[in-house]
């Protein structure tokens, strides 16, 4: 199976930008992400040949679809930030050190899609979600000592 080398890719479909869900993989153009709907729109969909054949991309692997709000917080980013930060320093260090790693798959999804600038922008966002994470690191090691027990919400 091919497609674990594939990361959060986009259809290739002519003027399509959704989320990747399928692969056709060439012996001489290599691979091709496509959407479901661009996908079986392709005469050799779902065909197998010496030399093409598809796959399904794991779930795992399909790209994120941005989304404008956060579930259970609609309109309130302001409060998703209070309750973040309203956590144990390590825990708020561990959430820098997530999101830093999921923009950085994103940053190789768009690369795979060939858009290097906003691969670029999203890995420098990475850097320096990453020094977030080692400054909240910083900010545990000197509270640590004074906490008691954790608290459960």
Same mark, same amino acid.
């Given at each position: 199976m091919r497609t674990k080398k #594939?990361?959060? #890719?986009? *259809?290739? /479909?002519? /003027? *399509?930008? %959704?989320?990747?869900t399928w692969a056709r993989f060439t012996q001489y153009s290599g691979k091709h992400p496509f959407?479901?709907? *661009?996908?079986k729109k392709e005469i050799d969909f779902? %065909?197998?040949t010496d030399n093409l054949y598809w796959e399904k991309i794991p779930a795992k692997?399909?790209?994120p679809i941005h989304r404008i709000e956060v579930e259970h917080?609609? /309109?309130e980013l302001e409060l998703l930030v209070r309750r973040i930060h309203g956590m144990r320093y390590d825990k708020v260090a561990e959430f820098y050190l997530l999101t830093a790693r999921e923009l950085h798959k994103q940053a190789e999804g768009d690369e795979a899609k060939g858009r290097t600038v906003l691969a670029d922008i999203l890995r420098g966002a990475a850097s320096t979600t990453l020094r977030q994470h080692q400054m909240f690191k910083g900010v545990w090691r000197l509270c640590k000592p004074h906490i008691g027990k954790p608290k459960k919400s």
């Open positions: #594939l990361v959060h #890719l986009y *259809c290739s /479909g002519q /003027g *399509c930008d %959704k989320p990747a959407c479901d709907v *661009c996908a779902n %065909k197998e692997r399909v790209a917080y609609e /309109g």
